[in-house]
């Protein structure tokens, strides 16, 4: 659980070999649509295996603060919906902490709400955009005001919204679905068409909760009003957490891991087909669908990695493992390159300088570009002074890479990674060798 302090800086040690058999805390995207869907519907959702991120957390003490009872247990959420007309005013501002995806989806819910609400955030959040959200929601008859470049903080006065016919000027998955919850309370259908397929987890979690959702190739619609039903949901582990130990499983020479019960919906296993198609020896194993998404096992063995360019129309379904990927392109004999990528720069830190940054402090090249990085292959790593920029996929990538330099590393800020994985490193110490 979250709820270990952790120190603010960690000694990363060369390692030897990663064995053994972990798991990866309840997904962090998924955990949120769960919470928010329960939170609207009528009846009890209990939710198993709920994301020990503080990014989780945040959506479950907003959601409080509107009214509704949550209960919490080590592994299990429970969520006694008040119904999509439930919900109370906030007395003070929802504080959505370093979530990006608790402002953007429940402003969806809140734009649908006879009431006002101010969301507000950390340092982090407050710089990050949020027009691409205030556009569509102001379109369905939402009033929303904010800071000055459409940041937070957000003040929203809900009501009775119109559908809409959305264009996403960008591929995220977050405003689809801030604009698909907002749809719930909209009379009529909503459609929304997206650039580049992006996770889909709130159209499957609509569907488990009996809301029909329609689909063909990159357009979603909705019927509104419409309202969730409840029932008992299972978080599969979190891909994107895992990922650090895939990478790491395969640069780290004699690694032999198994990474158990992680979520594999075709919307997030990006990272999968890349790696595997550039060399890397990842067996997938027990796949199973549980609430409506695919769940499996990762055999993971050290391997000889090729490297090359990522496919731009894949970068949305890894824009969070791209970090990781880009300390991976170090040890790759071909390097790794990926444009496409603007949306890292407005992350919780921008991650191409972010990564850039800290490669250059581990004595690696690498070419910053507008929308992405070139980062030349078979490069020996040293042990360095690493920031995490207060960015918990930057944390994390970079003890991966102190995992295979030379030399420690010491890495300042390490904290953050409570934000979506809290037992990182208890869990790197135990296979660690
Ligand atoms: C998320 C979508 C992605 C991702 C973020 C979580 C989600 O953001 O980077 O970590 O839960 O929908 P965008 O939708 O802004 O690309």
Redesign the pocket.
């Known amino acids: 659980m979250a709820q270990q302090p952790l120190p603010d800086t960690q000694l990363i040690r060369p390692a030897k070999g990663l064995a053994g058999s972990i798991r990866m805390p309840g997904d962090?995207?998924?955990s949120?649509?769960y919470a928010l869907l329960g939170a609207i519907a009528e009846g009890t959702t209990e939710i198993h295996n709920f994301a020990s991120s503080a990014d989780c957390q945040s959506t479950l003490d907003c959601l409080a603060k509107l009214g509704v009872p949550i209960e919490r247990r080590p592994d299990r959420v429970t969520i006694q919906g008040v119904g999509p007309r439930g919900l109370r005013a906030s007395p003070t501002a929802l504080d959505a902490g370093n979530s990006?995806?608790t402002m953007?989806?429940l402003s969806g819910i809140l734009a649908g709400q006879p009431f006002r609400s101010i969301l507000t955030g950390d340092a982090s959040l407050s710089r990050r955009p949020m027009k691409?959200i205030i556009d569509p929601l102001t379109q369905m008859g939402a009033r929303i005001s904010s800071a000055d470049g459409g940041l937070p903080p957000l003040d929203i006065q809900g009501g009775q919204l119109k559908p809409i016919c959305y264009e996403m000027p960008?591929?995220?998955?977050?405003?689809?679905?801030a604009i698909l919850l907002a749809g719930l309370f909209a009379e009529g259908v909503t459609e929304i068409r997206e650039p580049l397929a992006?996770?889909d987890?709130?159209e499957i979690a609509l569907e488990q909760m009996g809301v029909d959702v329609e689909r063909r190739r990159r357009t979603v619609t909705v019927r509104g009003p419409a309202q969730p039903a409840a029932k008992a949901l299972y978080t599969p582990g979190d891909i994107?957490s895992a990922a650090f130990f895939i990478v790491a499983g395969l640069l780290v020479p004699d690694s032999n891991l198994v990474i158990q019960n992680v979520g594999l919906n075709p919307t997030r296993t990006a990272i999968l087909d890349v790696l595997a198609s550039m060399g890397g020896q990842i067996n997938v194993l027990n796949v199973q669908t549980i609430s409506g998404e695919l769940v499996g096992d990762l055999h993971v063995q050290s391997s000889r990695l090729q490297g090359g360019d990522l496919p731009v129309e894949l970068i949305?379904r890894l824009?969070?493992e791209l970090p990781v990927l880009a300390v991976l392109g170090t040890q790759a004999e071909r390097g790794l390159a990926f444009r496409g990528a603007a949306?890292l720069r407005?992350?919780e830190s921008d991650r191409i300088k972010t990564v850039a940054q800290n490669l250059r402090r581990m004595g690696a090249q690498v070419e910053e570009l507008e929308d992405g990085l070139i980062v030349p292959g078979r490069q020996p790593l040293r042990g360095a002074e690493l920031d995490s920029y207060g960015d918990h996929?930057i944390a994390m990538a970079f003890a991966v890479a102190g995992l295979v330099a030379d030399g420690s590393s010491i890495l300042h800020g390490s904290r953050c990674v409570n934000i979506?994985f809290p037992e990182f490193f208890a869990t790197l110490n135990q296979v660690a060798e």
């Open positions: 962090k995207s998924i949120h649509r990006g995806s953007r989806l691409r960008i591929a995220s998955a977050q405003v689809k679905s992006t996770r987890h709130t994107s949305p824009i969070d949306e407005v992350k996929r979506s």
